[in-house]
Structure formats: C-alpha cells, structure tokens
C-alpha cells in the first residue's frame, strides 16, 4: 500500500499572480531565509547578538506582548488528521498566528494561508481560535504587524484542500501521476 502524500498549507494554495526576474526571484529567496532565520534565532533565545533586524525584532514582540501572548511554537510542522494536510507556520503565539514576509501585499491569500496555519495550531490543541492571524513585516525603522483574518479564509481553505484531492482523484482516474 502506498502512503498517501499530504499537502502543506501553500501548496493547496492558488499560486501568486507576480513577475520577477529568475535573479529577482533568488535574491528574494535568499532574503526570506535570512529573515526566516533570524526570527527563529531571537524567537528561540530571546537574544539579538547586535544584528540590527534582530534588535527591531525584539523591540516589536516586547511591545507586543499583550497582543501576542506566549510563544507556542515556532517552525514546527503540524498535521490535520482531519483535513489530510500539514504546514509549518512561522510563530503560533497563544493569542496568533503569525508569518513573517517581506510585504503585506496579496491580503486575501496571505490570510488563507494563516487560516491554514490556524486550522493546524487549534486542531492541534496548541491554541485556542483567534482573530489575530498576524503578517509581521519590516519597514525602514522598525517591524510592525497587520492583521489579515477574514471570516470566510478557513472555510475557503479547507475548500482549497478539498479541491487538491478532488484534482489529484482525477489524475489517479486518467491514469495520470497523482
């Protein structure tokens, strides 16, 4: 018997509708690993080690305390047995959800996506649900969170996730790779 492949949250999502060169696109790719490893860096020690980003970092979750909560978990891949995908969000707080990204644009796929991470974390039993499903992006002087929930985001995604299994029957059917 073959073991069924599940899908993370951003592959069941529809794929961003932008143009950058191949250099663009790796330099961006670079960048957001970077960013992505210096959140987890001060998230897991709480330690800045002079590098400018980190020191914004800090100053914005220790004025947010209050909005955040307590750190849950931080990059750690969850499933949803009951939804057959899995996902790795950036930061689940006690009180959010929260992704890390460059910038703020394409809100409504932005909060599928943490309605994903969302459904994993209460699912989980990591949290309980929130309105709070928090981008964290960087301006010049400091970094600064939007909030990107929608009502109807997990109820879109999960649709979403029924759409890739739907889509992955009918590849099975044609005798296509599924």
């Given at each position: 018997m073959t073991k069924e492949h599940w899908p993370s949250v951003t592959r069941v999502l529809p794929t961003p509708k932008f143009y950058c060169t191949p250099s663009q696109l790796k330099e961006?790719?670079?960048d957001g690993k970077e960013r992505h490893a210096e959140l987890e860096i001060f998230l897991?020690?709480?330690k800045t080690y002079g590098i400018p980003r980190i020191e914004k970092m800090k100053k914005f979750f220790d004025?947010?305390?209050e909005l955040l909560g307590d750190l849950v978990i931080n990059e750690v891949r969850l499933k949803?047995?009951?939804?057959?995908f899995t996902g790795k969000p950036d930061a689940v707080f006690t009180k959010a959800v929260l992704d890390l990204k460059r910038t703020v644009s394409e809100k409504k796929r932005i909060a599928l996506q943490l309605a994903g991470y969302h459904v994993l974390a209460v699912e989980n039993k990591l949290i309980k649900k929130t309105k709070r499903h928090l981008v964290l992006y960087e301006t010049k002087k400091e970094f600064r969170a939007v909030n990107?929930?929608?009502d109807q985001a997990e109820s879109v995604f999960l649709d979403l996730v029924k759409k890739y299994y739907m889509e992955q029957k009918y590849i099975k059917f044609i005798g296509g790779i599924a």
């Open positions: 961006a790719i670079k897991k020690t709480g004025s947010h305390k949803s047995k009951k939804h057959r990107v929930y929608e």
